[in-house]
Nanobody, 124 residues
Framework: VQLQASGGGLVQVGGSLRLSCAASGSPFGGYDIGWYRQAPDKQRELVATVSSGGRTDYVDSVKGRFTISRDNAKNMVYLQMNSLNAEDTAVYYC???????????????????WGQGTLVTVSS
């Protein structure tokens, strides 16, 4: 499966953005999807995941502010980001995996397919 992330940009503190991840090349519904981000001079970190069955998971820093969703008919996954702050500035990546057990869905090593990333900059 090939992934293409989009929707990044410059937004002020407190603003919102919706990132999109378009999938192609394989039936999409069977993939588990993760959004990761990498801030300058930091390691890439998990943001949120959605399983093939629709189960969602978020890291504590984005709970209540970000929402991950998927539309299998359109081969799309979204990350709605609200109440953005400067710490959310990063390159955001979507990733896909198959057959991942729930306890491994937070692990980057579980994801074999990665998109190219989209930059989100939150300014004060």
């Amino acid at each position: 499966v090939q992934l293409q992330a989009s929707g990044g940009g410059l937004v002020q503190v407190g603003g919102s953005l919706r990132l999109s991840c378009a999938a192609s090349g394989s039936p999409f519904g069977g993939y588990d999807i993760g959004w990761y981000r990498q801030a300058p001079d930091k390691q890439r970190e998990l943001v949120a995941t959605v399983s093939s069955g629709g189960r969602t998971d978020y890291v504590d820093s984005v709970k209540g502010r970000f929402t991950i969703s998927r539309d299998n008919a359109k081969n799309m996954v979204y990350l709605q980001m609200n109440s953005l702050n400067a710490e959310d500035t990063a390159v955001y990546y979507c990733a896909a995996a198959q057959g991942v057990i729930i306890t491994s869905m937070r692990s980057q090593a579980s994801y074999g397919y990665w998109g190219q990333g989209t930059l989100v900059t939150v300014s004060s």
